[in-house]
């Protein structure tokens, strides 16, 4: 998988609040920029054995669309979230 795919996948996800999201849109704007993140995810991956969720949890944000429905959004960074 690509750093490419997994910041689509993301974004069709819609799991991330709009200014997260515009950001994780200019990625795909520069090969540098994604380059760099691959970098960073490689880093991640090669230290997941210390990796441990934050003590005080995610912080979780639900909203209310206009059929009544609710959505959570979780409030994590980007490179979490690209990780997960």
């Known amino acids: 998988m690509t ?3 997994l910041v689509h996948g993301l ?3 819609r799991l991330m609040d ?4 515009a950001t994780l ?3 795909l704007n520069s090969p540098t920029i994604l380059d760099k993140v ?3 995810l490689n ?3 090669a230290g997941l054995k210390l990796w441990i ?3 005080e949890g995610m912080t979780i944000e639900m909203c209310r669309y206009l059929n009544s429905k609710y959505k959570a959004f979780t409030d994590m960074e980007i ?3 690209l990780l997960l």
């Open 11 to 13: 974004l069709a996800s």
């Open 18 to 21: 709009e200014a997260k999201r």
């Open 3 to 5: 750093v490419t795919n």
């Open 79 to 81: 490179i979490d979230a």
């Open 43 to 45: 880093m991640c991956m």
């Open 53 to 55: 969720w934050p003590a």
């Open 38 to 40: 691959a970098s960073v």
């Open 25 to 27: 849109a200019e990625f």
